[in-house]
């Protein structure tokens, strides 16, 4: 006959936690903490170390991206001649633009590659785009170095608001994250997520003044150009960072008002992301 | 004659550790998986169909398991490819996480569930002992810490510095395991060790069970590996259809493993079609086993009386029939049988295509074993004019702890005295 447990009482009972099981951050903060960290470094070094040239691979890209894009549009376009440091300004923009690119893009299938641990261990789930963003933004931190010897070089002048550039970058970490949580979290269920990915980060690019500063937009479409999030931010960190006689992303923008769309779509997508990481992140390892 | 080498200490331990502290506690524990029975797996097919009803089949993995487990208790849960069992550790290790039902752990788990559990193929193995360790909940220096341990555990303080990707699969279930037996967790889940590695492996992984039974330790071992769940358990649980279908002495859980596992691999039990012979006049197109009150089962337990039920179905014309059924044990011994001759219940003739069911009941005296169902039918009222024969139309299996011999348990108890005239 089958038996049933019977419910014992005894006298020294050790403390019953409830396991709640799988979810973003399951596992307590610190394992949380130590496991993000041993990613991100792993990952890291992986880039750095992992080939002859490391370092170099990871600012040749947009170095080479640079080159060609300055080429075209100081000599065929011609649109740069006329903006202050706009060498600087490409390669300052282009960096700035390849982390988010990168981030996101790596992150789309970063916890569909992860499957090993994701289907076999109890792994926070947050850990793994998480992880992603961190390595791409160290690459980001470490091609600034490179942006900061040229912007120099440049005869940039160097003002007190560099100060506040820890501002920018906090910016698009957050932003780049949140679609990262977003993407990777659908990516499981839609694989053409990926695909569609791919696209958008492509027009993001056009979208987004990297190639051309905003007052050449044609001011009927300027309202539309700052819908995009990563407008106002590019704009201010240009004010900010290669020209202050720049305006910044509200003169930019024409007032606080014509600012709210971009402010409304940031919130909502880190919200949305939350939101969807959370349920999605408990039911990963079954959609694998 | 015993047959388990189930010693009294090994009893008595089994009920010490009884008294001991829950530290799992599984109460109800259910899961339904949804498979669609066609993937959509991209938007465009959403976007394209999108009033279409995802059809889905319900998949129930687990239906209401609750076991303790107590501190200090070598607890083996075994069951078939599919009973549920590999989802179940998957609940318990936050893999998955359960629909209903709660689980409470006292401590520290640590899952070790696969092989290779979330190695990192591109990291060395030093690395990759951090990182699992960290995994089974130690901090960083911690997982530091123990990493010469592992690798002389391991036995592979040679190719500390290699990748993983060069290991050979041996020597990552050494590492794995060691990891798991260093990392010291409160309570461990084990699945499936001993299945894989050398003989000195699987050597070291039973002394490491014995020394970790040794020191108290509470470890919940998954494992078809019926020597070791008598050998370490203090009790055990079988898993079958998703629910718990006996937990307690490793012996009893173990033979009846054992005869579920050659029922399933052997003969699905229940009918089969096409057992008649080319050329019969008739033919069964069903035979199945069911309970007294009509419900159709595939097995029966010992001492619970059951029927016998079949239909037949005439292909040519024969007169005044007779029909046998047989009860053949797994050996083909002619356990029993009985005939019916139809024209007494005034069926004079079986004609093409018409049908007749037979529903016997079975007083069960049978031992615990896999038997099969046999049936034959004669012409003209006798025994000589063989209209057909099917052998084999239906398997079933009685279900049991019962070890006597023979065929049938015909004695329930003997009086034993000592017999004083003799003296």
């Known amino acids: ?288 | 004659m015993p047959r388990f080498p189930s010693s009294d200490t090994h009893a008595e331990a089994a009920e010490a550790v009884l008294q001991a502290p829950v530290v799992v506690e599984v109460r109800d524990l259910s899961k339904t998986f949804r498979i669609p029975d066609q993937r959509v797996d991209s938007l465009k097919e959403r976007a394209v169909h999108p009033f279409r009803k995802r059809s889905y089949r319900e998949l129930e993995a687990l239906k209401g398991i609750s076991f303790d487990v107590h501190e200090g208790e070598f607890f083996g849960i075994v069951g078939l490819n599919g009973s549920g069992k590999s989802t179940l550790l998957k609940i318990l290790g936050s893999i998955y996480r359960a629909d209903r039902g709660s689980i409470r752990v006292a401590g520290r788990m640590a899952p070790f569930i696969e092989l290779g559990v979330g190695f990192n193929p591109e990291m060395n193995a030093r690395e990759n002992i951090v990182l699992n360790a960290v995994m089974m909940g130690l901090s960083r220096q911690e997982a530091e810490a123990i990493v010469p341990a592992v690798l002389e555990f391991a036995g592979l303080e040679d190719f500390a510095d290699l990748k993983l990707k060069n290991y050979s699969s041996g020597m990552m279930v050494r590492l794995a395991f060691s990891v798991m037996v260093e990392a010291e967790a409160d309570i461990m889940l084990i699945d499936e060790v001993l299945a894989v590695g050398d003989a000195a492996f699987q050597q070291k992984c039973e002394d490491v069970f014995h020394d970790l039974r040794e020191a108290g330790k509470t470890i919940i071992l998954v494992t078809h590996d019926m020597a070791s769940i008598e050998k370490f358990c203090h009790r055990a649980m079988m898993i079958h259809n998703g629910e718990v279908s006996i937990l307690g002495k490793p012996e009893e859980v173990s033979e009846w493993y054992l005869r579920a596992n050659f029922v399933e691999r052997d003969q699905r039990p229940g009918f089969h079609p096409g057992a008649s012979e080319e050329g019969d006049d008739a033919h069964v197109v069903d035979a199945w086993l069911s309970d007294l009150q009509g419900k159709r089962i595939d097995n029966v337990h010992e001492g619970e009386d059951f029927m016998v039920n079949a239909v037949l179905e005439g292909i040519r014309e024969f007169d005044d029939p007779v029909v046998e059924f047989g009860v053949s044990d797994q050996a083909g011994s002619h356990v029993f049988g009985y005939r019916s001759r139809l024209s007494e219940t005034g069926i004079e003739t079986i004609r093409a295509g018409e049908r007749v069911r037979f529903s016997a009941e079975v007083k069960n005296l049978l031992r615990p074993g896999h038997y099969y169902l046999n049936s034959q039918a004669f012409a003209d009222g006798g025994n000589k004019d063989m209209r057909m024969r099917a052998l084999r139309i239906c398997d079933f299996v009685v279900f049991g702890t019962d070890s006597g011999s023979g065929f049938v348990k015909l004695v329930d108890e003997v009086d034993v005295m000592r017999d004083g005239e003799g003296a």
């Not at chain 1, 903060?29 to 880039?47: A, E, G, V, Y």
């Not at chain 1, 789930?125 to 992880?131: D, F, G, K, Q, T």
């Not at chain 1, 002048?157 to 957050?174: D, E, K, Q, Y």
């Not at chain 1, 600012?259 to 940031?266: K, N």
Request: a neutral charge; charged letters at 10%; glycine letters at 6%.
């Open chain 1, 1 to 288: 006959m089958p038996d049933v447990p019977e419910p014992m009482e005894p006298a020294r009972n050790p403390e019953l936690r409830p396991v709640t099981g799988p979810s973003a951050l399951g596992g307590g903060w610190r394992r949380f903490l130590d496991l993000l960290l041993l990613i991100s470094i792993n990952d890291f070094r992986k880039t750095y170390f992992g080939t002859a040239l490391g370092y170099v691979w990871s600012l040749a890209r947009p170095l080479m991206l640079f080159a060609v894009l300055l080429f075209v549009f100081t000599r065929i376009f011609r649109v740069g001649s006329e903006v202050a440091h706009y060498p600087v300004l490409l390669l300052f923009n282009i960096v700035m633009i390849s982390f988010v690119q990168e981030a996101t893009q790596t992150a789309v299938v970063s916890v569909v590659n992860q499957e090993g641990v994701v289907r076999k261990t109890h792994f926070p789930r947050l850990v793994i785009p998480l992880a992603v963003v961190m390595t791409s933004f160290f690459n980001f931190c470490t091609n600034l170095i490179a942006v900061i010897i040229f912007v120099v070089a440049f005869g940039v002048t160097i003002t007190w608001t560099w100060l506040l550039f820890p501002v920018v970058a906090l910016l698009l970490f957050v932003f780049s994250l949140a679609l990262s949580m977003l993407l990777s979290s659908l990516y499981p269920r839609f694989r053409d997520v990926g695909i569609i990915w791919s696209v958008l980060v492509t027009a993001l690019f056009y979208a987004t003044p990297v190639l051309y500063p905003l007052e050449i937009v044609p001011s009927q479409y300027v309202d539309i150009v700052m819908i995009n999030p990563l407008a106002p931010i590019f704009e201010q960190a240009r004010h900010w960072i290669i020209d202050p006689g720049a305006p910044g992303a509200v003169a930019a923008a024409g007032g606080w008002v014509h600012l709210i769309p971009a402010i409304a779509i940031y919130v909502g997508v880190c919200v949305i992301a939350v939101l969807v990481f959370r349920r999605e992140a408990p039911r990963i390892a079954e959609e694998l």
